[in-house]
């Protein structure tokens, strides 16, 4: 790219400062009005969902009591990943996520393929989480009133039904909720966070009053094997915090909030998680958790006789996938929309609505096509599916902030990894790790997932893209600056200075702050 150093063709970079002055452009600006407590509640409504749920059962089947150390070691393979969000999210505050970090440090044919395997991950995921919230939201009923909606309109056509109407009604109740406002969801998804947050602490409190050493024996039946399988699996629990990396543009302070949502969010699931599964463990045997589809309740029924505190688990579940889907989604709109407004998707759906400060129509487009994917699909194997896609980004966002390193040095970075790069080079090995013990059919779909991105990409993205097209656009001493995406010598708007100028602090100070 002229002027910038940036490379033509499918691996051109984007400037950050140009990135960040886009963020104000009139008809495409979000409103800055997320605090660091919604921020970090966002964090814990998008981790503390199925995975703690339901995916307890499937780990403890698989490493029996050492499940507690699989908890652990997900857990720390994704805090090498969570510090080099921090910093990409603390310096470049734009929708996005690992999709704008890949394309301001690795070029845009890679930020396409980030960007597309976080369709996967998020699209996808809220789908099936859906169908989980209609199964909880039966097990509920069930447990609470003794009825059930009828099979036919409560699950998919695969699985004996009609089509999923409660996974439809969640989908579009979200989607309604997240038209109206960035303000508005992120109270709602405090509100259910408070309410999941205590159905885990009653869990835990009970758990500990009639706990037993006796399950822990044998302690690791299949060895570190069994461990690492599980961890590869429970992952699946962690998934989330990179969410709201998502907001940064709606953050109303991003350099501070989002690198203490982040980690915060992390710490405080990981810490409710091994409190969880010790108590559980401790009433319970793992066989007994990996029987069910409720291992929470199974253990209050079977390991301590409470068979009364299967309703405050099932509801604690239902508010719990409830927050998970507004997140999650949240995320998806906000991904989209990024690469909408960088022109590689159709740029109209990034046009924000003047009233509600939303992109109102292309989230009522998703809402749409997720609630018809969650109406005729099963579950299935999506756990897996989510991991691989999520494990990638991670090892993008790690490689990320090395480059960025070294490509801009004086770049201002209100948080910074320690021991950069050994830790992001941890994170990426740890990744690489997880993503090796997940199933050879998993890969497959991965694959050809990526394989239909790539073809979009070269009949649309490639001809569209925002970045290329002001690359083309002849600029001279009569034009009045570059083109919006282009980058000039000095920075965005052709302003004088370094490397670090053009940064996330000018950017701060206009109509958004």
Same mark, same amino acid.
């Given at each position: 790219?002229?002027?910038?150093?940036?490379?033509?063709?499918?691996?051109?970079?984007?400037?950050?400062?140009?990135?960040?002055?886009?963020?104000?452009?009139?008809?495409?600006?979000?409103?800055?009005?997320?605090?660091?407590?919604?921020?970090?509640?966002?964090?814990?409504?998008?981790?503390?969902?199925?995975?703690?749920?339901?995916?307890?059962?499937?780990?403890?089947?698989?490493?029996?009591?050492?499940?507690?150390?699989?908890?652990?070691?997900?857990?720390?393979?994704?805090?090498?990943?969570a510090?080099?969000?921090?910093?990409?999210?603390?310096?470049?505050?734009?929708?996005?996520?690992?999709?704008?970090?890949?394309?301001?440090?690795?070029?845009?044919?890679?930020?396409?393929?980030?960007?597309w395997?976080?369709?996967?991950?998020?699209?996808?995921?809220?789908?099936?989480?859906?169908?989980?919230?209609?199964?909880?939201?039966?097990?509920?009923?069930?447990?609470?009133?003794?009825?059930?909606?009828?099979?036919?309109?409560?699950?998919?056509?695969?699985?004996?039904?009609?089509?999923?109407?409660?996974?439809?009604?969640?989908?579009?109740?979200?989607?309604?909720?997240?038209?109206?406002?960035?303000?508005?969801?992120?109270?709602?998804?405090?509100?259910m966070? +408070?309410?999941?947050? /205590?159905?885990? &602490? #009653? %869990?835990?409190?009970?758990?500990f009053?009639?706990? @037993? !050493? *006796?399950?822990?024996?044998?302690?690791?039946?299949?060895?570190?094997?069994? +461990?690492?399988?599980? /961890?590869?699996? &429970? #992952? %699946?629990?962690?998934?989330?915090?990179?969410?709201? @990396? !998502? *907001?940064?543009?709606?953050?109303?302070?991003?350099?501070?909030?989002?690198? +203490?949502?982040?980690?915060?969010?992390?710490?405080?699931?990981?810490?409710?998680?091994?409190?969880?599964?010790?108590?559980?463990?401790?009433?319970?045997?793992?066989?007994?958790?990996?029987?069910?589809?409720?291992?929470?309740?199974?253990?209050?029924?079977?390991?301590?006789?409470?068979?009364?505190?299967?309703?405050?688990?099932?509801?604690?579940?239902?508010?719990?996938?409830?927050?998970?889907?507004?997140?999650?989604?949240?995320?998806?709109?906000?991904?989209?929309?990024?690469?909408?407004?960088?022109?590689?998707?159709?740029?109209?759906?990034?046009?924000?609505?003047?009233?509600?400060?939303?992109?109102?129509?292309?989230?009522?487009?998703?809402?749409?096509?997720?609630?018809?994917?969650?109406?005729?699909?099963?579950?299935?194997?999506?756990v897996?599916?989510?991991?691989?896609?999520?494990?990638?980004?991670?090892?993008?966002?790690?490689?990320?902030?090395?480059?960025?390193?070294?490509?801009?040095?004086d770049?201002?970075?209100?948080?910074?990894?320690?021991?950069?790069?050994?830790?992001?080079?941890?994170?990426?090995?740890?990744?690489?790790?997880?993503?090796?013990?997940?199933p050879?059919?998993?890969?497959?779909?991965?694959?050809?997932?990526?394989?239909?991105?790539?073809?979009?990409?070269?009949?649309?993205?490639?001809?569209?893209?925002?970045?290329?097209?002001?690359?083309s656009?002849?600029?001279?001493?009569?034009?009045?600056?570059?083109?919006?995406?282009?980058s000039?010598?000095?920075?965005?708007?052709?302003s004088?200075?370094?490397?670090?100028?053009?940064?996330?602090?000018?950017?701060?100070?206009?109509?958004?702050?």
């Amino acid at each position: 790219m002229a002027g910038s150093g940036q490379r033509a063709g499918i691996f051109a970079i984007r400037d950050v400062g140009t990135l960040i002055t886009e963020t104000s452009e009139q008809g495409t600006a979000l409103k800055r009005a997320v605090s660091a407590t919604q921020l970090t509640a966002m964090g814990v409504g998008a981790i503390i969902g199925t995975g703690i749920f339901v995916v307890i059962g499937k780990g403890s089947a698989l490493a029996g009591p050492a499940v507690i150390l699989s908890f652990i070691l997900a857990a720390v393979a994704c805090a090498f990943s969570a510090l080099s969000y921090a910093e990409l999210a603390s310096s470049i505050p734009v929708s996005g996520s690992a999709y704008t970090y890949a394309y301001a440090t690795l070029g845009e044919l890679v930020a396409w393929i980030i960007g597309w395997d976080l369709i996967l991950e998020y699209g996808v995921s809220v789908a099936a989480i859906a169908v989980g919230w209609g199964g909880n939201l039966n097990a509920f009923l069930d447990s609470a009133f003794g009825v059930a909606l009828p099979d036919a309109i409560a699950k998919s056509p695969e699985n004996g039904g009609v089509f999923n109407l409660p996974a439809v009604f969640i989908v579009l109740a979200i989607t309604f909720l997240l038209v109206r406002g960035v303000t508005e969801s992120a109270r709602a998804n405090l509100i259910m966070v +408070v309410i999941k947050l /205590a159905v885990l &602490i #009653f %869990f835990i409190v009970v758990a500990f009053a009639n706990f @037993s !050493t *006796g399950n822990f024996t044998p302690f690791a039946p299949a060895g570190v094997d069994g +461990v690492t399988s599980a /961890a590869a699996i &429970i #992952f %699946f629990a962690y998934i989330g915090f990179d969410a709201v @990396s !998502t *907001g940064s543009e709606e953050a109303r302070n991003p350099a501070k909030d989002l690198p +203490v949502a982040i980690l915060g969010s992390l710490v405080l699931c990981t810490i409710f998680y091994v409190l969880t599964v010790t108590g559980a463990i401790g009433i319970a045997t793992p066989e007994q958790m990996a029987g069910s589809d409720a291992p929470l309740a199974a253990a209050l029924d079977q390991g301590a006789g409470m068979s009364w505190a299967a309703a405050i688990l099932a509801l604690g579940a239902v508010v719990a996938i409830t927050s998970v889907v507004l997140v999650i989604f949240y995320g998806q709109t906000r991904i989209f929309f990024a690469m909408c407004r960088d022109g590689l998707l159709p740029r109209r759906l990034a046009t924000v609505n003047q009233r509600y400060g939303t992109p109102a129509r292309l989230t009522i487009g998703l809402g749409v096509l997720i609630a018809i994917l969650a109406a005729l699909v099963p579950l299935g194997t999506i756990v897996e599916l989510v991991n691989i896609g999520t494990l990638f980004a991670f090892v993008l966002v790690n490689i990320g902030v090395i480059v960025l390193r070294r490509t801009r040095p004086d770049m201002p970075r209100p948080y910074r990894v320690p021991w950069s790069p050994l830790l992001p080079i941890i994170g990426i090995l740890f990744a690489v790790y997880l993503m090796t013990d997940l199933p050879f059919d998993t890969w497959i779909r991965f694959v050809a997932w990526l394989a239909a991105g790539l073809l979009i990409y070269a009949l649309y993205g490639y001809r569209h893209s925002r970045l290329r097209q002001a690359a083309s656009t002849p600029t001279g001493p009569g034009t009045p600056g570059n083109s919006p995406g282009a980058s000039s010598p000095g920075g965005p708007g052709g302003s004088p200075g370094g490397p670090g100028d053009g940064g996330p602090e000018a950017p701060r100070k206009g109509p958004l702050s």
